[in-house]
């Protein structure tokens, strides 16, 4: 795999992605498809968003968790100390309720977790609900994803501590599920 920087422009594009896609809870939002064709999708957000100040693991991934530390200046640390952590599949309920969910005075010490999955389509329909979904929100997700979903809703049980997520698609295409979603089996 190779990686590399990203410019000024291509971080804040992706960052922009990543934020609208949190502030619009289940709406598929594409990623910049210059830099999709060019690279893993799945590393562009850590590529934009960690550096020196920031933690992060693949814990699934030591390749791109070594390119991603070299590119960025950020460091590796266990997936409970973590700021990002970055699953190449839906991951197990062990993991999801042992990333940080920060604390009732700072919830912003909390985990951004970014799951990779093959499409945002499935055959299991979820409703999503809270600030800034839309009426009548829905999201598919594969079965294997189920078991992430559920360790997830208990994760951001006790707002305002919890955990934000971000589904990307092999295609690059990215769904963010900010702590404040409630995500249920429709």
């Known amino acids: 795999m190779t990686l590399s920087a990203l410019s000024s422009r291509d971080a804040t594009l992706v960052f922009r992605s990543l934020l609208t896609s949190l502030s619009s ?4 939002v594409p990623m910049p498809k210059h830099l999709c064709e060019t690279m893993p ?6 590529l934009a968003l960690t550096d020196i100040e920031t933690t992060f693991c693949a814990p699934d991934d030591p390749d791109l968790e070594a390119e991603v530390a070299e590119l960025t ?5 266990s997936v409970a100390d973590a700021n990002f952590v970055l699953c190449s599949t839906p991951p197990p309920h062990e993991l999801v309720l042992h990333v940080g969910r920060g604390t009732p005075l700072h919830p912003e010490l909390g985990c951004r ?3 990779c999955t ?11 609900t809270g600030p800034g979904t839309r009426p009548n929100a829905n999201l598919s997700v594969s079965a294997s994803a189920d078991e992430f979903i559920a ?4 994760a951001v049980a006790n707002p305002p501590s919890g955990i934000d997520c971000w589904l990307i698609s ?3 295409v ?6 404040t979603t409630r995500v249920e089996k429709r």
């Open 25 to 28: 809870p289940g709406e598929k």
């Open 41 to 46: 999708s799945r590393a562009l957000p850590l």
């Open 73 to 77: 200046g950020s460091r590796v640390v």
């Open 113 to 115: 977790l970014i799951v």
């Open 118 to 128: 093959e499409s945002h389509e499935g055959d299991v329909a979820m409703r999503l």
């Open 151 to 154: 360790a997830r809703n208990i």
């Open 170 to 172: 092999s295609s690059g």
């Open 174 to 179: 990215v769904v963010g599920l900010p702590r």
